[in-house]
């Protein structure tokens, strides 16, 4: 796995909810949380994804619909193509392996917006179409209920055409 670019907290939290999960939910957090009594949130995601040339642009919005407000959380973007092996990629995004890209969030308020993520991925080869999977990879240690608003997957055509989501 190559990383190109990260916050050093998006890391920090990525790894603690993986282990969090790998232990089986430590202490009241996680373990709670599958048990009903933690926090809850909806988070869901819009955006528009566009191909043209073997660049890939996407905007993507994150929002929480609530009931309880995210101190951050985890979109990942999964694609039918490879990636070029370099990219650069906005801050708070890593690279997660030949075809996907997962990004922090930010602070998700109760009902309210999370930071706007914009990237310009370049493909391996040029494609005449792409595929651009997205969904939650850690959602803050709340539960999600309503998976419908956050899963999307969306095909892009190699014409520049914006597709929304």
């Known amino acids: 796995m190559e990383v190109v670019a990260v916050r050093r907290g998006a890391v920090r939290s990525v790894v603690l ?10 202490g009241s957090g996680v373990g709670n949380a599958r048990a009903g009594a933690g926090p809850e949130a909806d988070v869901a995601y819009h955006g528009r994804v566009a191909l043209d040339g073997g660049r890939l ?16 959380a985890t979109v990942r973007l999964r694609l039918s193509a490879e990636l070029a092996a370099r990219q650069e990629l906005a801050e708070g995004c890593a690279r997660a392996g030949l075809r996907e890209v997962v990004c922090e969030t930010g602070e998700l308020p109760l009902h309210g917006r999370g930071r706007h ?8 080869e040029p494609a005449t179409e792409v595929v651009v999977r997205v969904d939650t990879w850690w959602n803050g ?6 998976h ?18």
């Open 57 to 72: 642009r996407i905007l993507l919005v994150p929002e929480n619909e609530g009931p309880s407000a995210l101190a951050n």
């Open 141 to 146: 240690g709340a539960t999600d209920r309503n």
């Open 117 to 124: 993520i914009g990237l310009v991925l370049r493909l391996k």
């Open 17 to 26: 909810a993986g282990l969090l999960v790998l232990l089986g939910g430590v």
């Open 148 to 165: 419908t608003n956050n899963e999307h997957a969306v095909l892009a055509l190699d014409t520049g055409d914006s597709y929304a989501f």
